[in-house]
């Protein structure tokens, strides 16, 4: 199996919502990925779980809270969204190669986010 | 700023005709990836070349690296309609921290 699952694929929300976003993989890989890419723009790096624990947050603001519940699955609540927020947010994994730093991203489809 | 830069920004060309993208970027790096993406799905890694590494092949696609310059290229060979998508290069400074480039939109015409 070496598939990144997403879901939902489509997501609209209000500004007083609270919805997540789910991905699930079982390539065993421990680093598990969450990026943001508005229209024509580069995927944005959002967080990186590792082993479970978060690793790296760039600065995303506290309306998004990720969770790693167990290393197959990861999730992103959201709560009090911006419409600037709407974008596709992808999901990706990775072995952990932290000295050689050859981390290969697998990417799920996205959920693409609208908020109204 | 660690983002690749590349160029062009869009490509159009003929079946069968090469393809080639650039990407530029400023700070030192681990390694260089390029990934591609079909319209508003996930991306699809091709290749990863090191730093210490200075051309790489995969089937039609070639890769060099230029870490003096700064800079790497794309080349994909006897390009098809099903290679039309957006390609970016994503940067690895080590760890876990993978930035991409803004993306080179190729257009393959039948």
């Known amino acids: 199996d070496t598939e990144v699952t997403q879901t939902p694929k489509h997501l609209v929300m209000g500004m007083t919502n609270k919805k997540s976003l789910k991905c699930e993989q079982h390539?065993?890989?421990?680093?598990m990925y969450w990026y943001k890419q508005k229209a024509k723009k580069p995927p944005e790096l959002m967080f990186v779980?590792?082993?479970?624990?978060?690793?790296i947050n760039e600065s995303v603001p506290s309306r998004f809270s990720p969770e790693c519940p167990n290393s197959s699955l990861l999730n992103l609540h959201l709560h009090a969204l911006q419409p600037e927020d709407s974008a596709l947010y992808l999901c990706?994994?990775?072995?952990?190669?932290?000295?050689?730093?050859?981390?290969?991203?697998?990417f799920g489809a996205g959920s693409r986010l609208t908020v109204l | 700023s660690q983002q690749g830069e590349e160029d062009p920004q869009a490509l159009s060309i003929q079946e069968g005709e090469n393809a080639t993208m650039n990407c530029s970027y400023k700070?030192?790096?681990?390694?260089l990836q390029w990934y591609r993406q079909n319209s508003g799905r996930g991306l699809v890694h091709l290749i990863l070349i090191r730093s210490n590494e200075r051309e790489k092949h995969s089937g039609r696609l070639r890769v060099t690296l230029d870490t003096s310059k700064k800079s790497s290229s794309l080349l994909i060979t006897a390009s098809r309609a099903a290679d039309t998508a957006s390609y970016f290069c994503?940067?690895?400074?080590?760890?876990?921290?993978?930035?991409f480039g803004a993306g080179t939109r190729l257009f393959v015409k039948a």
């Open positions: 990706a994994s990775s072995q952990v190669a932290r000295l050689s730093g050859a981390n290969v991203l697998t």
């Open positions: 779980y590792s082993y479970e624990k978060l690793s």
């Open positions: 390539m065993g890989h421990r680093a």
């Open positions: 994503a940067l690895n400074t080590g760890g876990f921290k993978t930035i």
């Open positions: 700070t030192s790096i681990n390694n």
